[in-house]
């Protein structure tokens, strides 16, 4: 397929940082439909607004929420408020991609142009945090992440190799340490490798009614 005839998959939504956040929930981008304006009934017109996406459900859940899960506007302030409140921004880190087929897969990115994340921590000084939604998969948050580093030549170290796998690095800016958690992806897509997760296997064991979205909810909430 010709380069100028692929979709160009822009990020519909600027980063939503309020002043003084302490977490950044970074991901890759919405669905297409976000960008083209073809919603679907039950879809949030706001970061990991997909009706089909787990990220607002499992926040809904650990915070006790009651967040509307329609197309509204109430829906969208629900959100918003959330995050002001809790001291939480998202910024996903790609700013477009091209595509050949028109999904929502990581994979399927080409000519990925990144958000310059380091840039931005530089400006919101009490971000320590950073929550990937998705690991070093390629073209994962992790991943595209990792690439960013070089491209500034910062040393990115582990913490633990457990799942989530968390590191850390220093801003060369400001010298601050800032911690990172690979999450495991909030989406049905990440179903299949939660199932071969040693830690979720070990908990349908013992409580064999919970589902990959429980384990999310528990995995999630240690860190938000």
């Not at 995050?83 to 998202?90: A, E």
């Not at 994979?107 to 945090?129: A, F, K």
């Not at 960013?148 to 170290?157: D, G, N, V």
Request: a neutral charge.
């Amino acid at each position: 397929m010709q380069k100028d005839s692929l979709f160009h998959h822009v990020h519909p939504y600027a980063p939503f940082i309020p002043e003084g956040a302490t977490k950044l929930i970074v991901g890759t981008l919405p669905p297409p439909r976000f960008t083209t304006g073809e919603s679907k009934e039950g879809d949030v017109d706001f970061c990991y607004g997909s009706r089909d996406g787990q990220l607002w459900p499992i926040l809904n859940a650990i915070f006790d929420l009651d967040l509307s899960f329609e197309t509204t506007t109430e829906a969208v302030v629900q959100r918003k408020q959330f995050l002001i409140d809790r001291g939480i921004g998202i910024c996903d880190i790609v700013a477009s991609a091209k595509r050949e087929k028109i999904d929502a897969s990581d994979l399927g990115m080409q000519d990925v142009e990144l958000r310059d994340l380091i840039s931005i921590l530089g400006q919101y000084p009490n971000i320590d945090t950073l929550l990937f939604t998705g690991g070093n998969s390629k073209n994962g948050p992790e991943y595209l992440f990792r690439r960013l580093l070089k491209q500034y030549s910062i040393p990115f170290k582990i913490s633990t190799s457990e799942i989530p796998r968390i590191h850390h690095f220093s801003h060369p800016e400001t010298s601050r340490r800032i911690t990172t958690v690979s999450l495991t992806a909030p989406s049905g897509a990440a179903n299949r490798a939660v199932g071969s997760l040693l830690a979720y296997k070990e908990m349908k064991k013992r409580y064999p009614h919970r589902t990959t979205l429980d384990f999310r909810i528990e995995q999630y909430r240690s860190y938000f």
